[in-house]
Nanobody, 125 residues
Framework: QVQLVESGGGLVQAGGSLKLSCAPS????????MAWFRQAPGKGREFVAR????????DYADSVKGRFTISRDNAKDTVYLQMNSLKPEDTAVYYC??????????????????WGQGTQVTVSS
């Protein structure tokens, strides 16, 4: 069974940076896309960024465009989320997700079959 393992969360001051990592444990698996979502207390899970695995094409939520970058390391089979110019409103649990199929609703959690356990990101003002 595929599991996604995230790391890299923590506490940072506003304006700072963090880099999250996500790698599958267990068997390697083919995938169409990997994505990052986040969930703040009392809110729903929100799309952050996505990378299509074959083309490396990326998509971002408007709230993070220009500040966050999703990338990959093929040798390590790992996807990253570089977060710069962090704001207190970026505080949330960040989740890595993966899907093996195309979906027009790639920004919805229901489009993804595999999820990580989440990593906390806290941005202090």
């Amino acid at each position: 069974q595929v599991q996604l393992v995230e790391s890299g969360g923590g506490l940072v001051q506003a304006g700072g940076s963090l880099k999250l990592s996500c790698a599958p444990s267990g068997l390697t698996f083919s995938r169409y896309a990997m994505a990052w979502f986040r969930q703040a207390p009392g809110k729903g899970r929100e799309f952050v960024a996505r990378m299509q695995w074959i083309t490396s094409s990326t998509d971002y939520a408007d709230s993070v465009k220009g500040r966050f970058t999703i990338s990959r390391d093929n040798a390590k089979d790992t996807v990253y989320l570089q977060m710069n110019s962090l704001k207190p409103e970026d505080t949330a649990v960040y989740y890595c997700a993966a899907t093996w199929s195309w979906s027009s609703i790639y920004y919805q959690p229901s489009a993804y079959a595999y999820w990580g356990q989440g990593t906390q990101v806290t941005v202090s003002s």
